[in-house]
């Protein structure tokens, strides 16, 4: 099957600083890419949805500012989390919806970010 | 907007017996797509089993089947003779078919545990 890489899978980082995670599809072209949030426990909380080439569209309640989003390419779609604090520690998880056939969408293996 | 419900925080099972997890979902579209995802504690969202709503037979994956019932906007997933691996977190989630960019959206999750 289709494969969607995440880097780095872990991250620890001091509070005020900026993380890039990077979420790669492998083997496929992607035109969509969604960026997921999930606490311990719980569920996967859509943040955004990005079309390759076109400013992502973000869920209501998630700053823009804060969790920028870019899709350059069709194989690469990349969440920058700015000036993060410690409530920013979460599970980030990337999904990739394939060009040839949007019925499938495959995830990433997540991104536990730590902010101290 | 639509919203995906899971009652059951958490279920147990024993080896090579069998359970079902309960999934209801709301929505005023006729034409979607609905589906169960295991998340193991890896976090590795794996799909289990996709069913489309225009089709009335309950989709089916060797030892996971699906009962669909879409007057009551119902669609369990019935775990045949369980095994250890299945011990996990599961997912239901639903997806419209009004565009290839709409997101899953995902209901909050049973654990399941499985004993020997």
């Known amino acids: 099957g289709a494969v969607v890489s995440q880097h780095p899978s872990r991250v620890i980082c001091k509070s005020g600083t900026s993380v890039k995670i990077e979420c790669r599809s492998l083997d496929f072209q992607a035109t969509t890419m969604f960026w997921y949030r999930q606490f311990p426990k719980q569920s996967l909380m859509l943040m955004a949805t990005s079309n390759e080439g076109s400013k992502a569209t973000y869920e209501q309640g998630v700053e823009k500012d804060k969790f920028l989003i870019n899709h350059a390419s069709l194989t690469l779609s990349t969440l920058t989390v700015t000036s993060a604090h410690p409530e920013d520690s979460s599970f980030y998880i990337c999904?990739?919806?394939?060009?040839?056939?949007?019925?499938?969408?495959?995830f990433g293996p997540g991104t536990r970010l730590t902010v101290l | 907007a639509q919203t995906v419900t899971q009652s059951q925080p958490e279920m147990s099972v024993q080896e090579a017996e069998t359970v079902t997890l309960s999934c209801t979902y709301d929505?005023?579209?006729?034409?979607?797509?609905l589906f169960w995802y295991k998340q193991p504690p890896s976090r590795q969202m794996i799909l289990v089993i996709r069913?489309?709503?225009?089709?009335?037979q309950n989709a089916t994956e060797n030892r996971f089947s699906v009962n669909f019932q879409k007057a009551a906007k119902s669609f369990s997933l019935k775990i045949s003779d369980s095994q250890l691996g299945d011990a996990a977190m599961y997912f239901c989630a639903y997806r419209s078919a009004r565009s290839a960019g709409t997101a899953l959206i995902f209901g909050k999750g049973t654990t399941l545990s499985v004993s020997s």
């Open positions: 929505t005023s579209e006729s034409d979607y797509y």
């Open positions: 999904s990739a919806r394939s060009q040839l056939n949007y019925n499938e969408q495959f």
């Open positions: 069913q489309e709503a225009y089709k009335q």
